[in-house]
Nanobody, 113 residues
Framework: QFVESGGGLVQPGESLRLSCAAF????????MNWHRQAPGKGRELVAS????????IYPDSVKGRFAISRDNAKNMVYLQMNNLKPEDTAVYYC????????WGQGTQVTVSS
């Protein structure tokens, strides 16, 4: 139901834009979230966007650096990540809010000099 892409290896301070294609549900009616899982750690919610895109939420760890957006016409959600730090290294996943959907394969983001 979710196909993430756009990850890669970048240096600290650089940017990446992640994309997520969603399938199998009424995309425009659902909150969408980006999560990440760093090695040896649990999954962490890093961004959330309301169904219309009018409201977004971020934890302090990424606030001001990450921006979530969506295109309801294309069933896509995006995560713009700026000023990346080594601690942002993780596999990033998207999922809709409020449902126990299966996780996609994720996309690896590695921030290293």
């Amino acid at each position: 139901q979710f196909v993430e892409s756009g990850g890669g290896l970048v240096q600290p301070g650089e940017s990446l834009r992640l994309s997520c294609a969603a399938f199998g549900f009424t995309f425009s009616s659902n909150t969408m979230n980006w999560h990440r899982q760093a090695p040896g750690k649990g999954r962490e919610l890093v961004a959330s966007i309301s169904s219309t895109g009018s409201s977004t939420i971020y934890p302090d760890s990424v606030k001001g650096r990450f921006a979530i957006s969506r295109d309801n016409a294309k069933n896509m959600v995006y995560l713009q990540m700026n000023n990346l730090k080594p601690e942002d290294t993780a596999v990033y996943y998207c999922r809709r809010g409020g449902y126990i959907d299966s996780w996609g394969q994720g996309t690896q983001v590695t921030v290293s000099s």
